[in-house]
């Protein structure tokens, strides 16, 4: 089977969208990575990726970016659409938050004009108005993360790749993170391909949980997740919560095995 | 947190989450109050110039003598190299002007270095098989003792001024090359996707990432480069002697002419200049990195 490049969605399409056919990735060191995957997401879901680490989760969103190539299937969804969420947030430590923010559209060459205006917007939406002028190296791992956030929102992208964005933070940060994510999708209806390995976090967040196994990773379970957006906090402590999030648990034991 | 979805704006209750407290730059030191610490500061240079000081006499006064049985006016007392050096005017004229005369060599062979150096770690940045071609050259120049070849470089350019930058620039062109390539290759992939997935360019990824991450390193590479380039330049003087006379041709001078008191003074006067060169660089990189560079210690 040979590859295809990653084709831009079909314009009879309105809303953007990834779509993986039988996506199956090898490296060059013969480290079999993704094994046939097929996943959809379209603008308004939200589809988490669960699994054990190393499973080439990360590698997914690697090839729906266009940043790797997959080596088997096909990949449809326009990168340019996309924005991509980094582990770290990836900032630069030598400009301030809000030339953070300011950056992917620096790079892109939007209009100064625009691009001031969407800077000032999405600092205040992540609130972070009133730290504008501070260094990462001021800020805490949840304010940097809110940074790393504004930067790809300024893009407006359709779709969001989040690659474990909030795993090397605390408990609380994390829950206290994802609920105002949760907030933006509501009122942004972006769509996403989340990756994580807390269950508590995709159950919560997604409309679509996938279960991948262990390396090479393959997609061995799908849940739908029922409950209606706007999800508010206390969700979390719910008997349904907790029934699907053991199911989902559940199925990732096995996938470990 | 309530979450106005009309407008899209997210706030939490206070402006920010729980976790948004600031972190303030702790010192890494011992958790004394201010004012004690500033003592230690203080005193701690006050005693080392004191030992340093009391053992320049301990050796005049008894060790030379005593135990490595020389005489005593090998090493000048300070008080007399300081009556000497700098109290006498004409001693004094012609010691500054050899530290004018170094000093100028050294900063002629520094900005030299600093230019090729940082064009030369950029153009192997930009294509590895420069660097595994001319790496294995630059550490080599940097091995070679340099007085080997002082014959060579005197024959090609003479004994004057320009063989003496030429010196200047062989000993401190190193640390900038590997301290500028070190920093420029040292943005992480991340970072790297990052620039990729919004469609930038070499020029842009240099310019916008590799270069202004690579600052720090890049400072220190410029404070080792500036102690060194004072040695290559009192080394250049000792060997190449045609015109000015720089404080590496005095200290020759007041050694033949067994003037000790002179020669010690032309020796202080160089590592003041190298320690003013040093601190001057250390505090420009801070002016330019210290606002947002994490380093590990605290006002270095």
Wanted: hydrophobic share 45%.
């Amino acid at each position: 089977m040979t590859a295809d490049t990653v084709t831009p969605a079909p314009s009879k399409e309105t809303a953007a969208y990834i779509d993986f056919q039988n996506v199956s990735m090898t490296f060059p060191d013969g480290t079999h990575a993704v094994d046939d995957v097929s996943l959809e997401v379209r603008q308004g879901e939200f589809v988490t990726v669960v699994g054990p680490s190393g499973c080439g989760k990360s590698t997914l969103l690697r090839i729906a970016s266009g940043l790797a190539k997959q080596t088997a299937g096909t990949v449809i969804g326009n990168p340019r659409e996309m924005g991509y969420v980094f582990q770290d947030a990836t900032l630069l430590q030598w400009r301030t938050v809000q030339r953070n923010v300011d950056l992917f559209a620096e790079l892109e060459g939007m209009p100064k004009k625009e691009r001031q205006q969407r800077v000032a917007e999405n600092i205040k939406l992540v609130g972070l108005t009133g730290h504008e002028d501070k260094y990462p190296k001021q800020l805490s791992g949840g304010m940097k993360m809110r940074v790393s956030l504004a930067r790809s929102l300024v893009m407006e992208p359709s779709m969001f790749l989040f690659d474990e964005p909030f795993g090397a933070l605390d408990e609380i940060t994390r829950e206290f993170l994802n609920d105002e994510l949760l907030s933006m999708f509501s009122a942004k209806q972006f769509g996403a391909l989340f990756i994580t390995h807390s269950i508590y976090e995709a159950v919560f967040l997604s409309t679509r949980v996938l279960v991948m196994s262990a390396r090479p990773g393959r997609i061995v379970a799908s849940f739908d997740i029922p409950f209606a957006y706007p999800r508010t906090p206390d969700l979390r402590f719910g008997a349904d919560f907790a029934e699907l999030a053991g199911e989902v648990s559940e199925a990732l034991r096995g996938a470990h095995a | 947190m309530s979450a106005s979805t009309e407008t899209g704006t997210i706030q939490a209750s206070d402006g920010v989450g729980p976790e948004e407290d600031v972190q303030q730059a702790v010192p890494l030191a011992a958790p004394t109050d201010g004012k004690s610490r500033k003592w230690i500061e203080l005193i701690g240079p006050v005693l080392a110039l004191f030992l340093f000081i009391g053992i320049w006499y301990l050796m005049h006064y008894w060790a030379l003598e005593a135990v490595f049985d020389r005489p005593a006016f090998l090493i000048t007392e300070p008080d007399r190299v300081i009556e000497e050096s700098f109290l006498d005017s004409d001693n004094r004229t012609t010691l500054l002007q050899g530290l004018y005369w170094t000093t100028v060599v050294a900063m002629c062979g520094l900005a030299i270095s600093i230019v090729l150096g940082m064009t030369i770690a950029i153009g192997m940045a930009q294509a590895q098989w420069l660097e595994r071609s001319f790496w294995p050259y630059l550490v080599a120049l940097q091995a070679i003792p340099i007085l080997a070849i002082t014959p060579i470089i005197a024959s090609v350019f003479g004994f004057g001024f320009s063989a003496r930058i030429l010196v200047c620039v062989i000993i401190s062109l190193f640390p900038i090359v590997s301290n500028t390539l070190f920093g420029l290759l040292s943005a992480d992939r991340m970072q790297h996707d990052m620039f990729t997935l919004h469609g930038a360019g070499r020029r842009t990824r240099l310019m916008k990432l590799q270069l202004p991450g690579a600052m720090p390193a890049i400072f220190t590479g410029f404070r080792i480069a500036a102690g060194l380039s004072v040695i290559g330049a009192v080394v250049g003087e000792l060997f190449f002697r045609r015109g000015e006379k720089g404080i590496g041709i005095l200290l020759d001078v007041f050694r033949q002419r067994n003037n000790y008191p002179l020669m010690y003074g032309a020796l202080l006067l160089s590592s003041m200049l190298g320690i003013v060169v040093f601190s001057l660089f250390g505090w420009i990189g801070n002016k330019v990195v210290g606002k947002w560079y994490e380093s590990t210690r605290e006002g270095r």
